[in-house]
Protein backbone atom coordinates (compact mmCIF):
# COMPACT_ATOMS: atom_id res chain seq x y z
CA UNK A 1 0.00 0.00 0.00
CA UNK A 2 1.31 3.20 -0.98
CA UNK A 3 -0.15 6.84 1.00
CA UNK A 4 0.93 10.33 0.52
CA UNK A 5 0.83 13.02 2.49
CA UNK A 6 1.05 16.66 1.44
CA UNK A 7 2.60 19.76 3.59
CA UNK A 8 -0.38 21.78 2.03
CA UNK A 9 -4.15 21.59 0.75
CA UNK A 10 -3.50 23.63 -2.28
CA UNK A 11 -0.05 24.81 -4.42
CA UNK A 12 0.83 27.75 -6.44
CA UNK A 13 2.28 27.89 -9.88
CA UNK A 14 5.94 27.72 -9.07
CA UNK A 15 5.74 26.59 -5.59
CA UNK A 16 8.13 22.96 -4.73
CA UNK A 17 4.88 20.33 -3.66
CA UNK A 18 6.80 18.88 0.13
CA UNK A 19 5.53 15.59 0.82
CA UNK A 20 5.72 12.18 2.91
CA UNK A 21 4.97 9.51 1.17
CA UNK A 22 4.53 5.97 3.23
CA UNK A 23 4.94 2.34 1.59
CA UNK A 24 3.92 -0.23 3.52
CA UNK A 25 3.60 -3.85 1.73
CA UNK A 26 2.37 -7.24 3.01
CA UNK A 27 5.90 -8.62 1.50
CA UNK A 28 9.12 -7.47 0.36
CA UNK A 29 9.39 -6.36 -3.31
CA UNK A 30 12.19 -6.81 -5.14
CA UNK A 31 12.00 -2.98 -7.13
CA UNK A 32 14.26 -1.75 -10.21
CA UNK A 33 13.38 1.67 -8.43
CA UNK A 34 10.53 4.04 -7.35
CA UNK A 35 9.50 7.20 -9.31
CA UNK A 36 7.55 10.15 -8.56
CA UNK A 37 5.78 11.96 -10.87
CA UNK A 38 3.97 15.62 -11.49
CA UNK A 39 1.39 14.52 -13.65
CA UNK A 40 -1.18 16.59 -15.57
CA UNK A 41 -5.06 15.53 -16.61
CA UNK A 42 -6.57 17.61 -19.48
CA UNK A 43 -9.50 17.11 -20.67
CA UNK A 44 -10.98 19.23 -24.00
CA UNK A 45 -14.58 19.58 -25.02
CA UNK A 46 -14.26 20.03 -29.10
CA UNK A 47 -17.22 21.30 -31.29
CA UNK A 48 -16.94 19.32 -34.63
CA UNK A 49 -19.11 20.62 -37.28
CA UNK A 50 -19.45 18.19 -40.57
CA UNK A 51 -21.48 18.81 -43.88
CA UNK A 52 -24.37 16.45 -44.32
CA UNK A 53 -24.38 15.51 -47.93
CA UNK A 54 -28.02 15.14 -50.36
CA UNK A 55 -27.50 11.45 -50.29
CA UNK A 56 -27.08 11.12 -46.77
CA UNK A 57 -30.23 13.60 -46.27
CA UNK A 58 -31.92 11.63 -48.75
CA UNK A 59 -31.10 8.24 -46.74
CA UNK A 60 -31.99 9.84 -43.12
CA UNK A 61 -35.10 11.08 -44.87
CA UNK A 62 -36.17 7.24 -45.98
CA UNK A 63 -35.80 6.05 -42.41
CA UNK A 64 -37.82 8.35 -41.15
CA UNK A 65 -35.50 11.00 -39.76
CA UNK A 66 -36.33 14.56 -41.21
CA UNK A 67 -33.60 17.14 -41.19
CA UNK A 68 -33.64 20.46 -43.03
CA UNK A 69 -30.27 21.30 -41.82
CA UNK A 70 -26.81 20.57 -44.43
CA UNK A 71 -24.89 20.94 -41.35
CA UNK A 72 -24.66 18.35 -38.48
CA UNK A 73 -23.00 19.31 -34.75
CA UNK A 74 -21.11 16.84 -32.77
CA UNK A 75 -19.07 17.41 -29.23
CA UNK A 76 -15.71 15.63 -28.86
CA UNK A 77 -14.23 14.40 -25.68
CA UNK A 78 -10.04 14.29 -26.22
CA UNK A 79 -7.99 13.30 -22.78
CA UNK A 80 -4.99 14.34 -22.57
CA UNK A 81 -1.68 13.81 -19.94
CA UNK A 82 1.22 15.40 -19.75
CA UNK A 83 4.31 14.40 -17.13
CA UNK A 84 5.95 17.69 -16.06
CA UNK A 85 8.61 17.00 -13.59
CA UNK A 86 10.16 13.33 -13.05
CA UNK A 87 12.30 12.16 -10.47
CA UNK A 88 13.79 8.53 -9.72
CA UNK A 89 13.35 8.70 -5.44
CA UNK A 90 14.30 4.99 -4.17
CA UNK A 91 17.00 2.80 -5.95
CA UNK A 92 17.14 -0.57 -6.68
CA UNK A 93 17.02 -3.12 -4.21
CA UNK A 94 13.77 -4.73 -1.59
CA UNK A 95 10.80 -2.42 -0.32
CA UNK A 96 8.53 -3.51 2.27
CA UNK A 97 7.72 -0.64 4.90
CA UNK A 98 9.89 2.85 4.32
CA UNK A 99 8.75 6.49 4.42
CA UNK A 100 10.60 9.50 2.13
CA UNK A 101 10.40 12.97 2.11
CA UNK A 102 10.37 14.54 -1.13
CA UNK A 103 9.55 17.57 -3.12
CA UNK A 104 8.57 18.22 -6.62
CA UNK A 105 8.46 21.47 -8.04
CA UNK A 106 5.27 22.95 -10.12
CA UNK A 107 5.96 24.98 -13.63
CA UNK A 108 5.63 28.31 -13.52
CA UNK A 109 3.27 28.57 -16.11
CA UNK A 110 0.73 25.79 -14.70
CA UNK A 111 -2.64 26.09 -15.19
CA UNK A 112 -4.48 26.17 -11.94
CA UNK A 113 -6.92 22.80 -11.35
CA UNK A 114 -10.73 23.29 -12.79
CA UNK A 115 -13.52 20.88 -12.32
CA UNK A 116 -15.65 22.16 -14.68
CA UNK A 117 -15.74 22.82 -18.45
CA UNK A 118 -15.16 27.44 -18.66
CA UNK A 119 -14.67 29.70 -21.55
CA UNK A 120 -11.73 27.37 -22.39
CA UNK A 121 -13.98 24.46 -22.53
CA UNK A 122 -11.38 22.57 -20.67
CA UNK A 123 -10.82 20.37 -17.25
CA UNK A 124 -7.59 20.31 -16.02
CA UNK A 125 -6.63 17.89 -12.85
CA UNK A 126 -2.68 17.64 -11.42
CA UNK A 127 -1.67 14.54 -10.07
CA UNK A 128 1.60 12.77 -7.68
CA UNK A 129 2.00 9.90 -9.24
CA UNK A 130 4.37 6.98 -7.02
CA UNK A 131 5.17 4.28 -9.39
CA UNK A 132 7.06 1.35 -8.00
CA UNK A 133 8.81 -0.48 -10.95
CA UNK A 134 8.97 -4.49 -10.59
CA UNK A 135 10.89 -6.22 -12.66
CA UNK A 136 8.86 -8.73 -14.96
CA UNK A 137 5.60 -7.87 -12.95
CA UNK A 138 2.95 -5.47 -13.23
CA UNK A 139 4.29 -1.87 -11.60
CA UNK A 140 2.41 -1.04 -8.52
CA UNK A 141 0.73 2.90 -9.29
CA UNK A 142 -0.89 5.12 -7.05
CA UNK A 143 -2.47 8.22 -7.71
CA UNK A 144 -3.11 11.63 -5.35
CA UNK A 145 -4.61 14.51 -6.60
CA UNK A 146 -2.93 17.80 -6.12
CA UNK A 147 -4.75 21.24 -6.05
CA UNK A 148 -3.29 24.10 -8.13
CA UNK A 149 -4.40 27.50 -7.15
CA UNK A 150 -5.12 30.00 -9.75
CA UNK A 151 -4.87 32.83 -8.03
CA UNK A 152 -1.51 35.10 -6.92
CA UNK A 153 -0.60 34.68 -3.56
Known sequence: ??????SKSSYYPGETIQMQISFDFKNEIKIRGVYLYLVSKEVIKKEVY??????EAMRLKEMGIH???SVERHEHI???EKVY????????????KQVVVESIKIPDNATPTSYE???DNMINEWY?????DIPFAVDINHLEKVV???LSH
Open 148 to 150: ISG
Open 117 to 119: FGH
Open 128 to 132: IKVKV
Open 50 to 55: RHITHD
Open 85 to 96: AEKKILPEGVLR
Open 78 to 80: ERR
Open 67 to 69: TDK
Open 1 to 6: MISIKF
